[in-house]
């Protein structure tokens, strides 16, 4: 079993920056795909970002594209999404996921078999 613990949302101002961190323990299996979904009141299950460890291959949702960048240390079993130029319409919760090996579809969150519990992200006017 893996563990995923995120940290780093709060609150701030649009146009400003936030960097979240999800860290995994337990079992992780190398290699493995790590990274966040998010979902506002309301709406559907959205992938953010998503780093596949062994092709260090980055795959980035449409809105956030250019703006949010994802990262790893591998050392550390540690992923980081920094958030740029945030908007309002990021606001959500934040969720990090895992699976190992990568799903076909790396932005399909019912294909991630560990989750964190949420990290909130709110950008205000």
């Known amino acids: 079993q893996v563990n995923l613990m995120e940290s780093g949302g709060g609150s701030v101002q649009a146009g400003g920056s936030l960097r979240l961190s999800c860290a995994a323990s337990g079992r992780v299996s190398f290699p493995y795909c790590m990274g966040w979904f998010r979902q506002a009141p309301g709406k559907e299950r959205e992938g953010v970002a998503i780093?596949?460890?062994?092709?260090?291959?980055?795959t980035y949702g449409d809105s956030v594209k250019g703006r949010f960048t994802i990262s790893k240390d591998n050392a550390k079993n540690t992923v980081y999404l920094e958030m740029n130029n945030l908007k309002p319409e990021d606001s959500a919760m934040y969720y990090c996921?895992?699976?190992?090996?990568?799903?076909?579809?790396?932005?399909?969150?019912?294909?991630?078999?560990?989750w964190g519990q949420g990290t909130q992200v709110t950008v205000s006017t």
């Open positions: 780093i596949d460890t062994s092709r260090r291959l980055e």
């Open positions: 996921a895992s699976r190992s090996p990568c799903p076909n579809e790396r932005m399909t969150g019912a294909l991630y078999k560990s």
